[in-house]
T-cell receptor, first 116, second 115 residues
Framework: AQSVTQLGSHVSVSEGALVLLRCNYSSSVPPYLFWYVQYPNQGLQLLLK??????LVKGINGFEAEFKKSETSFHLTKPSAHMSDAAEYFCAVILPFSGGYNKLIFGAGTRLAVHP | DVKVTQSSRYLVKRTGEKVFLECVQDMDHENMFWYRQDPGLGLRLIYFSYDVKMKEKGDIPEGYSVSREKKERFSLILESASTNQTSMYLCASSPPPGSANYGYTFGSGTRLTVV
């Protein structure tokens, strides 16, 4: 089955440390890949996306992700965590759907905690 | 910027009530979607629409219906609310795949509690 897997439902880092949130997908076709962030009691905000072209994608707030086709991965990183990065992060992939349509499939989410 | 507006942030309804969740987008997007979000399950697609008066079932359509009479508005209907429909509901819209700015834009969500 086509799916998105986020490894680790909770990740905790120290302020200033590297942030690494893992995402693997399964797809029979070249995917479009996304990372969204959700702050408490808010909707989802797009961090970055990969559609075609350069496999290293830079997003907002200093985040970046690299599409690795051979590993079917799209891990999210940030060199130095800030307290304001504490939120829930969702990896998502556009997959073909019935009737020739596409749909956005989400991973279960990773809650990032940043401690002083 | 694309704006997706959900009419209510919080709703409390009684079991058996008919519930309408409204979503409006202002960027003339063809595609609109309803998701529900539950802890540990991420977001799951309920219904989507690729055109006015057109709808397609997502992964969990049972107990829900939708209406899209105008391009900018996509309504989610709970015909007879049940406690297992207590959740956060998120609406999204997008331009067609292949568009330069392709991606989904989400509303702020409606947290529905059914008692």
């Amino acid at each position: 089955a086509q799916s998105v897997t986020q490894l680790g439902s909770h990740v905790s880092v120290s302020e200033g440390a590297l942030v690494l949130l893992r995402c693997n997908y399964s797809s029979s076709v070249p995917p479009y890949l996304f990372w969204y962030v959700q702050y408490p009691n808010q909707g989802l905000q797009l961090l970055l996306k990969y559609t075609t072209g350069a496999t290293l994608v830079k997003g907002i707030n200093g985040f970046e992700a690299e599409f690795k086709k051979s590993e079917t991965s799209f891990h999210l990183t940030k060199p130095s965590a800030h307290m304001s990065d504490a939120a829930e992060y969702f990896c998502a992939v556009i997959l073909p759907f019935s009737g020739g349509y596409n749909k956005l499939i989400f991973g279960a989410g990773t809650r990032l905690a940043v401690h002083p | 910027d694309v704006k997706v507006t959900q009419s209510s942030r919080y709703l409390v309804k009684r079991t058996g009530e008919k519930v309408f969740l409204e979503c409006v987008q202002d960027m003339d997007h063809e595609n609109m979607f309803w998701y529900r979000q539950d802890p540990g399950l991420g977001l799951r697609l309920i219904y989507f629409s690729y055109d006015v008066k057109m709808k397609e079932k997502g992964d969990i359509p049972e107990g829900y219906s939708v209406s899209r009479e105008k391009k900018e508005r996509f309504s989610l209907i709970l015909e007879s609310a049940s406690t297992n429909q207590t959740s956060m509901y998120l609406c999204a819209s997008s331009p067609p795949p292949g568009s330069a700015n392709y991606g989904y834009t989400f509303g702020s969500g409606t947290r529905l509690t059914v008692v």
